[in-house]
Protein backbone atom coordinates (compact mmCIF):
# COMPACT_ATOMS: atom_id res chain seq x y z
CA UNK A 1 0.00 0.00 0.00
CA UNK A 2 1.21 3.54 -0.90
CA UNK A 3 1.89 6.55 1.52
CA UNK A 4 2.49 10.20 2.33
CA UNK A 5 6.00 9.44 1.67
CA UNK A 6 5.14 7.96 -2.21
CA UNK A 7 3.53 11.65 -3.35
CA UNK A 8 6.95 12.55 -5.15
CA UNK A 9 7.15 9.21 -6.62
CA UNK A 10 3.48 9.18 -8.30
CA UNK A 11 4.06 12.90 -9.34
CA UNK A 12 7.52 12.09 -11.00
CA UNK A 13 5.75 8.47 -12.85
CA UNK A 14 2.43 10.87 -14.24
CA UNK A 15 4.57 14.06 -15.22
CA UNK A 16 2.49 15.77 -12.50
CA UNK A 17 4.50 18.41 -11.67
CA UNK A 18 5.74 19.24 -7.92
CA UNK A 19 3.59 18.47 -5.40
CA UNK A 20 1.89 20.66 -2.92
CA UNK A 21 0.03 18.59 -0.59
CA UNK A 22 -1.20 14.71 -0.68
CA UNK A 23 -3.86 13.80 1.82
CA UNK A 24 -6.00 10.47 1.81
CA UNK A 25 -7.24 8.26 1.31
CA UNK A 26 -10.28 9.89 1.03
CA UNK A 27 -12.58 7.10 -0.08
CA UNK A 28 -12.32 3.04 -0.19
CA UNK A 29 -14.23 0.56 -2.04
CA UNK A 30 -13.38 -3.31 -1.83
CA UNK A 31 -10.14 -3.31 -4.14
CA UNK A 32 -8.97 0.02 -3.70
CA UNK A 33 -8.64 3.54 -2.26
CA UNK A 34 -8.30 6.84 -3.35
CA UNK A 35 -5.82 9.16 -2.25
CA UNK A 36 -6.05 13.08 -3.48
CA UNK A 37 -2.66 14.69 -4.93
CA UNK A 38 -2.25 18.59 -5.63
CA UNK A 39 0.43 19.72 -7.78
CA UNK A 40 1.47 22.56 -9.75
CA UNK A 41 -0.69 21.02 -12.66
CA UNK A 42 -4.05 20.35 -11.12
CA UNK A 43 -5.97 18.17 -8.45
CA UNK A 44 -5.52 14.42 -8.56
CA UNK A 45 -7.39 11.75 -7.63
CA UNK A 46 -4.29 9.00 -6.85
CA UNK A 47 -6.43 5.45 -7.23
CA UNK A 48 -4.18 2.46 -5.67
CA UNK A 49 -5.24 -1.62 -5.99
CA UNK A 50 -5.24 -3.72 -3.38
CA UNK A 51 -4.23 -6.77 -5.06
CA UNK A 52 -1.23 -6.07 -7.16
CA UNK A 53 -2.73 -9.74 -9.37
CA UNK A 54 -6.24 -8.19 -10.16
CA UNK A 55 -5.30 -4.93 -11.95
CA UNK A 56 -7.78 -3.91 -14.97
CA UNK A 57 -6.41 -4.97 -18.35
CA UNK A 58 -5.28 -2.02 -20.20
CA UNK A 59 -9.00 -1.62 -22.79
CA UNK A 60 -10.57 -0.75 -20.10
CA UNK A 61 -8.57 2.31 -19.95
CA UNK A 62 -9.25 2.77 -23.33
CA UNK A 63 -12.94 2.12 -23.06
CA UNK A 64 -12.95 4.63 -20.44
CA UNK A 65 -11.22 7.54 -22.46
CA UNK A 66 -13.41 6.51 -25.56
CA UNK A 67 -16.82 6.94 -23.22
CA UNK A 68 -15.17 10.57 -22.31
CA UNK A 69 -14.35 11.22 -25.76
CA UNK A 70 -18.35 10.20 -26.67
CA UNK A 71 -19.42 12.93 -24.09
CA UNK A 72 -19.91 10.63 -21.00
CA UNK A 73 -19.16 12.62 -18.09
CA UNK A 74 -16.19 11.02 -16.06
CA UNK A 75 -13.06 12.19 -14.45
CA UNK A 76 -10.55 12.94 -17.14
CA UNK A 77 -7.62 9.83 -17.28
CA UNK A 78 -4.53 10.86 -16.77
CA UNK A 79 -1.86 8.65 -18.43
CA UNK A 80 1.67 7.69 -17.18
CA UNK A 81 4.77 9.73 -18.42
CA UNK A 82 5.48 6.57 -20.25
CA UNK A 83 2.01 6.06 -22.26
CA UNK A 84 1.40 3.46 -19.70
CA UNK A 85 -2.74 3.40 -17.64
CA UNK A 86 -0.79 2.91 -14.33
CA UNK A 87 2.84 2.82 -12.48
CA UNK A 88 3.74 0.68 -9.97
CA UNK A 89 4.58 1.76 -6.82
CA UNK A 90 6.91 -1.23 -5.43
CA UNK A 91 3.91 -3.97 -6.08
CA UNK A 92 1.42 -1.78 -5.61
CA UNK A 93 -0.69 -0.83 -8.89
CA UNK A 94 -1.55 2.64 -9.60
CA UNK A 95 -3.80 5.29 -11.69
CA UNK A 96 -4.46 9.01 -11.83
CA UNK A 97 -7.31 10.70 -12.81
CA UNK A 98 -8.81 14.08 -12.84
CA UNK A 99 -10.00 15.29 -9.10
CA UNK A 100 -13.96 15.48 -9.29
CA UNK A 101 -15.42 16.45 -6.06
CA UNK A 102 -18.81 14.14 -5.76
CA UNK A 103 -21.40 14.13 -3.67
CA UNK A 104 -22.45 11.30 -1.52
CA UNK A 105 -23.97 7.79 -3.52
CA UNK A 106 -27.59 8.83 -3.65
CA UNK A 107 -29.86 6.17 -5.62
CA UNK A 108 -33.05 8.69 -5.64
CA UNK A 109 -30.30 10.78 -8.03
CA UNK A 110 -32.59 12.37 -11.11
CA UNK A 111 -34.12 8.85 -13.08
CA UNK A 112 -34.06 11.25 -16.01
CA UNK A 113 -30.26 12.30 -15.60
CA UNK A 114 -29.56 8.18 -14.64
CA UNK A 115 -31.21 7.00 -17.66
CA UNK A 116 -29.61 9.58 -20.26
CA UNK A 117 -26.36 9.20 -18.66
CA UNK A 118 -26.08 5.57 -19.27
CA UNK A 119 -27.97 5.67 -22.94
CA UNK A 120 -24.52 7.70 -23.80
CA UNK A 121 -22.84 5.04 -22.65
CA UNK A 122 -24.09 2.09 -24.29
CA UNK A 123 -23.62 4.03 -27.68
CA UNK A 124 -20.01 4.21 -26.92
CA UNK A 125 -17.83 3.20 -30.18
CA UNK A 126 -15.86 0.66 -29.03
CA UNK A 127 -14.14 -1.88 -31.14
CA UNK A 128 -12.04 -4.08 -28.77
CA UNK A 129 -13.03 -6.74 -26.92
CA UNK A 130 -12.86 -6.60 -22.85
CA UNK A 131 -14.17 -10.53 -22.12
CA UNK A 132 -17.02 -11.24 -20.11
CA UNK A 133 -17.19 -12.66 -16.85
CA UNK A 134 -18.80 -15.35 -14.55
CA UNK A 135 -18.96 -12.65 -11.46
CA UNK A 136 -21.84 -10.80 -13.78
CA UNK A 137 -23.25 -14.42 -14.95
CA UNK A 138 -22.89 -17.19 -13.18
CA UNK A 139 -25.05 -18.45 -9.73
CA UNK A 140 -23.50 -18.74 -6.57
CA UNK A 141 -25.49 -21.99 -6.42
CA UNK A 142 -27.58 -23.75 -3.01
CA UNK A 143 -24.45 -25.80 -1.67
CA UNK A 144 -21.80 -22.77 -1.67
CA UNK A 145 -24.99 -20.65 0.17
CA UNK A 146 -25.27 -23.74 2.37
CA UNK A 147 -21.24 -24.25 2.88
CA UNK A 148 -20.79 -20.89 3.57
CA UNK A 149 -23.52 -20.57 6.17
CA UNK A 150 -22.55 -23.29 8.30
CA UNK A 151 -18.68 -22.41 8.05
CA UNK A 152 -20.31 -18.64 9.65
CA UNK A 153 -21.90 -20.59 12.50
CA UNK A 154 -19.02 -22.37 13.27
CA UNK A 155 -17.22 -19.44 13.49
CA UNK A 156 -19.96 -17.73 15.57
CA UNK A 157 -20.52 -15.01 13.35
CA UNK A 158 -23.23 -12.74 13.61
CA UNK A 159 -23.44 -12.94 9.62
CA UNK A 160 -24.62 -16.44 9.88
CA UNK A 161 -28.70 -15.98 10.80
CA UNK A 162 -28.77 -12.94 8.66
CA UNK A 163 -27.25 -15.06 5.28
CA UNK A 164 -29.56 -17.87 6.64
CA UNK A 165 -32.65 -15.72 6.40
CA UNK A 166 -31.88 -14.71 3.10
CA UNK A 167 -30.44 -18.41 1.47
CA UNK A 168 -33.61 -19.91 -0.31
CA UNK A 169 -34.33 -16.11 -1.65
CA UNK A 170 -30.92 -16.11 -3.19
CA UNK A 171 -30.94 -19.19 -4.55
CA UNK A 172 -34.30 -18.72 -6.41
CA UNK A 173 -33.48 -15.68 -7.56
CA UNK A 174 -30.35 -17.46 -9.41
CA UNK A 175 -33.53 -20.18 -10.78
CA UNK A 176 -33.92 -16.61 -13.17
CA UNK A 177 -30.75 -16.49 -14.71
CA UNK A 178 -30.47 -16.82 -18.11
CA UNK A 179 -27.92 -15.91 -20.67
CA UNK A 180 -28.26 -11.87 -22.57
CA UNK A 181 -29.93 -11.18 -25.41
CA UNK A 182 -27.15 -9.00 -26.73
CA UNK A 183 -23.22 -7.98 -25.88
CA UNK A 184 -21.18 -5.42 -25.92
CA UNK A 185 -18.52 -3.31 -24.20
CA UNK A 186 -20.57 -2.26 -20.92
CA UNK A 187 -19.41 -0.83 -17.09
CA UNK A 188 -20.86 -3.37 -15.05
CA UNK A 189 -20.44 -1.18 -12.32
CA UNK A 190 -22.81 1.14 -12.14
CA UNK A 191 -24.30 1.14 -8.46
CA UNK A 192 -24.90 4.21 -7.14
CA UNK A 193 -21.33 4.34 -5.99
CA UNK A 194 -20.19 4.78 -9.13
CA UNK A 195 -23.05 7.06 -10.67
CA UNK A 196 -23.00 9.88 -8.48
CA UNK A 197 -24.07 14.05 -8.49
CA UNK A 198 -20.98 16.47 -8.69
CA UNK A 199 -21.21 19.03 -6.31
CA UNK A 200 -21.96 21.19 -9.42
CA UNK A 201 -24.55 19.15 -9.99
CA UNK A 202 -23.69 17.40 -12.97
CA UNK A 203 -23.33 13.27 -13.16
CA UNK A 204 -20.11 11.76 -13.30
CA UNK A 205 -19.06 7.72 -13.62
CA UNK A 206 -16.21 6.70 -12.04
CA UNK A 207 -14.66 3.48 -11.36
CA UNK A 208 -13.96 1.50 -14.83
CA UNK A 209 -12.39 -1.01 -13.61
CA UNK A 210 -14.67 -3.53 -14.01
CA UNK A 211 -15.92 -2.71 -17.14
CA UNK A 212 -16.08 -5.57 -19.85
CA UNK A 213 -18.31 -7.77 -21.93
CA UNK A 214 -22.14 -7.56 -20.74
CA UNK A 215 -25.85 -7.64 -21.91
CA UNK A 216 -27.02 -3.92 -22.54
CA UNK A 217 -30.31 -5.05 -21.46
CA UNK A 218 -29.26 -6.33 -18.18
CA UNK A 219 -27.11 -3.44 -17.45
CA UNK A 220 -30.36 -1.35 -17.74
CA UNK A 221 -31.95 -3.13 -15.63
CA UNK A 222 -29.11 -3.30 -12.87
CA UNK A 223 -29.32 0.31 -12.84
CA UNK A 224 -32.96 0.06 -12.75
CA UNK A 225 -32.62 -1.76 -9.52
CA UNK A 226 -30.67 0.59 -8.38
CA UNK A 227 -31.88 4.32 -8.62
CA UNK A 228 -35.76 3.08 -9.00
CA UNK A 229 -36.19 0.18 -6.61
CA UNK A 230 -36.95 2.45 -3.71
CA UNK A 231 -40.13 4.46 -5.40
CA UNK A 232 -41.09 2.00 -8.85
CA UNK A 233 -42.42 5.27 -9.94
CA UNK A 234 -39.20 6.42 -11.06
CA UNK A 235 -38.97 3.52 -13.49
CA UNK A 236 -40.95 4.52 -16.56
CA UNK A 237 -39.11 8.28 -16.40
CA UNK A 238 -35.76 6.61 -16.30
CA UNK A 239 -36.52 4.02 -18.63
CA UNK A 240 -37.97 6.78 -20.84
CA UNK A 241 -34.68 9.10 -20.68
CA UNK A 242 -33.01 6.11 -21.69
CA UNK A 243 -34.91 5.13 -25.22
CA UNK A 244 -34.98 8.97 -25.57
CA UNK A 245 -31.16 9.25 -25.59
CA UNK A 246 -30.66 6.56 -27.53
CA UNK A 247 -30.07 4.08 -25.75
CA UNK A 248 -30.10 -0.03 -27.38
CA UNK A 249 -30.77 -1.85 -24.35
CA UNK A 250 -34.96 -2.65 -23.44
CA UNK A 251 -36.22 -4.62 -20.11
CA UNK A 252 -38.62 -6.72 -21.04
CA UNK A 253 -38.67 -9.52 -18.46
CA UNK A 254 -37.17 -11.39 -15.49
CA UNK A 255 -34.40 -12.93 -16.86
CA UNK A 256 -33.04 -9.40 -17.90
CA UNK A 257 -32.55 -8.75 -14.10
CA UNK A 258 -29.40 -11.52 -14.46
CA UNK A 259 -26.53 -9.80 -14.05
CA UNK A 260 -28.20 -8.02 -10.92
CA UNK A 261 -28.45 -11.44 -9.23
CA UNK A 262 -25.35 -12.44 -10.48
CA UNK A 263 -23.41 -9.41 -9.01
CA UNK A 264 -25.24 -8.87 -5.86
CA UNK A 265 -25.26 -12.64 -4.83
CA UNK A 266 -21.31 -13.02 -5.73
CA UNK A 267 -20.89 -9.49 -3.35
CA UNK A 268 -22.92 -11.02 -0.31
CA UNK A 269 -20.87 -14.38 -0.72
CA UNK A 270 -17.42 -12.31 -1.06
CA UNK A 271 -18.63 -10.86 2.45
CA UNK A 272 -19.04 -13.86 4.16
CA UNK A 273 -15.42 -15.44 2.58
CA UNK A 274 -13.82 -12.45 3.34
CA UNK A 275 -15.08 -12.46 7.12
CA UNK A 276 -13.86 -15.59 7.67
CA UNK A 277 -10.38 -15.27 6.25
CA UNK A 278 -7.87 -15.87 8.05
CA UNK A 279 -5.98 -12.84 8.93
CA UNK A 280 -9.21 -10.58 9.09
CA UNK A 281 -9.31 -8.31 11.92
CA UNK A 282 -12.05 -7.07 14.31
CA UNK A 283 -12.50 -4.11 12.51
CA UNK A 284 -12.75 -5.34 9.09
CA UNK A 285 -14.94 -7.67 10.24
CA UNK A 286 -17.62 -5.22 11.50
CA UNK A 287 -17.39 -3.13 8.44
CA UNK A 288 -17.61 -6.31 6.84
CA UNK A 289 -21.19 -6.73 8.51
CA UNK A 290 -22.34 -3.17 7.65
CA UNK A 291 -21.79 -3.99 4.00
CA UNK A 292 -24.27 -6.60 4.26
CA UNK A 293 -26.60 -4.01 5.79
CA UNK A 294 -27.45 -3.27 2.25
CA UNK A 295 -28.93 -6.67 1.53
CA UNK A 296 -31.46 -6.25 4.85
CA UNK A 297 -32.24 -2.55 3.80
CA UNK A 298 -32.61 -2.38 0.56
CA UNK A 299 -33.39 -6.36 -0.16
CA UNK A 300 -33.42 -7.26 -4.07
CA UNK A 301 -36.17 -9.96 -4.18
CA UNK A 302 -38.59 -11.74 -6.93
CA UNK A 303 -40.88 -9.41 -5.69
CA UNK A 304 -38.80 -6.46 -6.11
CA UNK A 305 -38.02 -7.54 -9.71
CA UNK A 306 -42.01 -7.83 -10.68
CA UNK A 307 -42.54 -4.74 -8.86
CA UNK A 308 -40.24 -2.84 -11.44
CA UNK A 309 -41.49 -4.67 -14.26
CA UNK A 310 -45.16 -3.80 -13.58
CA UNK A 311 -44.26 -0.28 -13.60
CA UNK A 312 -42.27 -0.36 -16.72
CA UNK A 313 -44.86 -2.23 -18.65
Known sequence: ???????????????????????????????????????????????????????????????????????????????????????????????????????????????????????????????????????????????????????????????????????????ALEGWLAPGRAAQTCHRDLWADNLRRTTAGTPCVIDWDNAGEADPNQELAMVLFEFASDDPRRAPLLIESYVEAGGPGRVVGRADFSMTIAALGHIAHRIGTLWLAPGTTPGERLRLEGRFDETDDRPFTRAVIDTLLDAVH
Not at 1 to 15: K, R, V
Not at 52 to 58: D, F, H, L, Q, T
Request: glycine letters at 8%; proline letters at 6%.
Open 1 to 171: MIGADDAEAIAAAFDLGDVLDFTGPCARGELGQVWRLSSTTGEWAVKESFDAGAEAPPATTRFNEAAIRHGVPAPAVRRAADGADQALLGATPVRVLGWVDLDEPDPSLDAAIVGSTLARLHRVDFAEHLAAHWWYTDPVGAVAWDTLIDELREARSPLAERFAFWRDEFV
